[in-house]
Structures are given as C-alpha cells and as structure tokens.
C-alpha cells in the first residue's frame, strides 16, 4: 500500500487506533478532514485569507475532499469564514473521506455489535507498515528538534490538524502541551485553519457543557 496523496486521507489514517480497529475523535475527525482540505488547498496557491474570509484565487490540481470543498467555495455566492467551511459537511467528510481510502484498499470497514446491541465500524489497514512509518514520521515531526522550515509542509500540516482536532494518536494532552511552541510554528503556513479547527472543538464542547450544566 502506498500512501494516499490526499491531506484529508492521510489525516484520517492518524486517526485510525489499529489496536481498537476503530477511529478515534469520531466528534471531531471531520473537522480535521475538512480543514485538512482546506490545508491541502491553502498549500497549494488556490485559497487565500482575506480579512479573516476564505477567498478562493485558482483552481488548483485537488482531487477528493479538496476538490469538492474547491468547487463548494467556488459556488457560493458570498466570502464565509475559514470556519464556515471547516464545520459545513464535516459530518459527510468522515464517510466521504472513509470510502475513498476503502476504494483505494488502503482500509477496510466491517459492521460489528459493541456488546451485542451498538452497531460500530471495525476498521483495518490493509498494509501496515507504509501506515506505522507515516505514523512515526508525523508523531517525530510533533516532537522532533528538526527545524520547521525543513519539515515537509503536508506534514506539518497534518501535525496542526491532528492537534488542534485533538487527535490523540497523534500526541496525548501531555505531549501537546509540552509541544506548543513547536506546533504553533508548524501550523503557521495553515494558521487560520489550525485556528476555525479549534474554534469548532471549543463551540461543541462549551455547548455540551452548557446543555449537561
């Protein structure tokens, strides 16, 4: 198996937990998936910030969550904040993003019964070790002492993503703190990404807060 060249793809294999053979972060895996997107056309010259607004400038070459997210900006009839588009559709981009890795035999998906009542997804990984060293590349990018400039940028953008998302097979609570410093300088490329990522994790759960106070 060889990677997917996708940003959204490769974020969601991070999130895969091959012991549990299931995802992990299901509450926010599509938030990083969207933002993923928009990283991967960020990245790539098609999207710019204007003023805290999304502004598409090319078409760029994305297939995949990218492309649909590029045509989706294109068709609106008005500029929306970065975090409009990371929360828009982010439940669809699970099972968008999940089908297209099953399509390419980079994973596949079985129904299962959790105690015999809850249906839940069992996820494998067709090919192992492509997926343990891309793991161990983004996992020593985090907390590496390699200067930033010379990290690849989709992994660095795949670093902020995982971690503002809270994707803990990434880094846990501790590492993360112990790490912000070199976080914040890898997700600079992506910023208001990293940001309308995190903006989506704290609404949630100030609402759920809320709702159970």
């Given at each position: ?42 990245l790539?010259?098609a999207?710019?910030d ?10 760029g ?11 989706e ?35 596949t ?14 996820i ?22 390699a ?24 880094l ?42």
């Amino acid at each position: 198996m060889s990677l997917p060249d996708e940003l959204p793809e490769r974020v969601y294999l991070l999130a895969v937990d091959r012991g549990k053979r299931r995802l992990v972060a299901r509450d926010r895996i599509g938030y990083a998936l969207r933002g993923a997107a928009l990283a991967q056309l960020l990245l790539a010259g098609a999207l710019r910030d204007d003023s805290g607004r999304v502004e598409l400038v090319g078409r760029g070459d994305a297939g995949g969550l990218a492309g649909l997210l590029r045509d989706e900006i294109a068709a609106d009839a008005r500029p929306r904040r970065w975090r409009h588009w990371v929360r828009a559709g982010a439940r669809r981009a699970r099972t968008e993003v999940r089908d297209r890795l099953v399509a390419a035999r980079n994973i596949t998906v079985t129904k299962d019964r959790a105690l015999g009542l809850f249906s839940v997804e069992r996820i494998d990984v067709t090919d192992v070790l492509p997926f343990q060293r891309y793991g161990s590349t983004i996992r020593g990018v985090a907390g590496g002492s390699a200067l930033t400039s010379r990290v690849d940028p989709s992994d660095a953008a795949a670093v902020a993503i995982a971690v503002a998302a809270e994707i803990g097979t990434v880094l846990n609570g501790g590492d993360r703190r112990r790490n912000t410093a070199r976080i914040e300088a890898l997700g600079a490329e992506i910023a208001p990404v990293v940001t309308a990522i995190r903006q989506c994790v704290r609404s949630d759960r100030a609402a759920r807060s809320s709702a159970s106070g």
